[in-house]
């Protein structure tokens, strides 16, 4: 354990300075990434649109997962 203070001082070292690596203070299990907390849903999908899907995945080198991903995120950011 270390005290604020000195956490601190490592938090100000440059970020290519060995000595101010933080990593061993911080407990990395308990982190999250607040608004992007990750929630499963299922979607059932036609089975022609689902081939298109994966045609369309495989060109252009993803996962299924991460082209409907892609493509629900550019239409509502076109928005």
């Known amino acids: 354990m270390i005290t604020a203070e000195e956490f ?3 938090a100000d070292l440059p970020v290519d300075d060995p000595a101010g ?6 407990d ?5 990434r607040p608004g ?7 979607v ?3 089975v022609d649109l689902l081939h298109a899907i994966d045609r ?3 060109r252009i080198g993803v996962t ?3 082209f409907i ?6 239409t509502l950011s076109a928005k």
């Open 8 to 10: 601190d001082r490592l």
């Open 36 to 42: 992007r907390e990750v929630q499963r849903v299922n």
């Open 64 to 66: 299924r997962q991460a």
């Open 21 to 26: 690596d933080m990593t061993p203070y911080l």
């Open 69 to 74: 991903k892609l493509r629900l995120a550019d």
């Open 56 to 58: 369309e995945a495989t």
């Open 44 to 46: 059932d999908f036609p």
């Open 28 to 32: 990395l299990s308990k982190a999250r």
